[in-house]
Every structure is written in C-alpha cells, then in structure tokens.
C-alpha cells in the first residue's frame, strides 16, 4: 500500500506534548515531541491497518488547513 502524507498538530499539555492528525481525528501522546510523533504516526497507521476501509473514507477529511490569526484582546 502506497504512503500517504497526514497533517500533524503538536500541543504542550502538563509536562509532555498531545499530537492530533486532523485529517481522520486520530490523537496520541507522548514526552517530548519526537516522542509524540512518533505516537501518532503509530497510531494512524495501525488505524489505516485495522479500520474498515469505510470507516477510514467516512473519517477522512480531504482539506484541512492549519494557520495562525491575530485576535484582539480587551
């Protein structure tokens, strides 16, 4: 089965770091980010391994964009 590129978002949480892959809501954790991504890449993959295929193309969201914004504040 050929790759597949997958968006990875990292978040600081306590003392260790929570990773969510967007595209098919899959999350993970780990200590350092390194770690973390390490995690999620697991986790995606052993979900494309085990899911039925519909349930992988029913969660699969196609565009997802991540950006930063400017708000103010008061």
Do not use: K, W
Not at 40 to 63: G, I, S
């Amino acid at each position: 089965m050929p790759g597949r590129s997958f968006t990875a978002i990292l978040e600081r949480e306590g003392d260790g770091f929570v990773a969510l892959c967007p595209e098919i809501d899959v999350a993970s954790q780990g200590g350092t980010l390194e770690e973390a991504m390490a995690n999620l890449r697991e986790a995606v993959e052993l979900f494309l391994e085990c899911a039925d295929p519909q349930e992988v193309e029913r969660r699969l969201h196609t565009e997802v964009y991540v950006t930063r914004f400017d708000a103010a504040n008061g």
